[in-house]
């Protein structure tokens, strides 16, 4: 089955692939602070999964790939949530920049992603773009032997 890109794959099963194969690599650079930051000042508490870093940078390779050219401030929207005020209105706060910004850098030391000197913001490479498609097919596969599983 050939042609198959991240666009054909659901969002949460391509995330949760490609999490798991960046965690599988192991060449993700993984910042020390990781077990103690909260994600956003509108968060209580710091992420429950071990894992969310994966996560995230397989959400930021993914949200880039859909998009051409993505900033810190751009994710910092996506990533954002409602902030519980108590008996006040709820507002969105963006997520934190210094997660997202550092995610980024992670990824461009792995080549997934390159800044975009001309335009600014940061843009998918070649390899990640092979990468991310060659992830996207094995989960439709995936999804194909499940379905085939259960019949």
């Not at 992420?47 to 880039?64: E, G, K, L, N």
């Not at 850098?105 to 092979?130: H, N, P, S, Y």
């Amino acid at each position: 089955m050939g042609g198959v890109s991240v666009r054909d794959v659901e969002a949460d099963k391509f995330i949760q692939a490609y999490a798991a194969f960046l965690k599988r690599q192991g060449k993700l650079p993984i910042p020390g602070w990781v077990d103690t930051v909260k994600t956003s000042h509108a968060k209580e508490l710091p992420p429950q999964s071990i894992d969310w870093f994966y996560v995230r940078a397989a959400a930021v390779a993914r949200h880039t790939y859909m998009r051409p050219r993505v900033g810190i401030g751009r994710l910092r929207k996506v990533h954002g949530s409602q902030k519980n005020r108590g008996s006040r209105p709820s507002h969105h706060v963006d997520a934190s920049g210094s997660v997202d910004r550092k995610v980024c850098q992670a990824l461009e030391k792995i080549g997934v992603l390159e800044l975009d000197e001309e335009k600014g913001g940061r843009r998918i490479t070649q390899q990640g773009m092979r990468d991310l498609d060659r992830i996207a097919l094995t989960t439709v596969e995936a999804d194909e032997d499940e379905d085939e599983d259960d019949e």
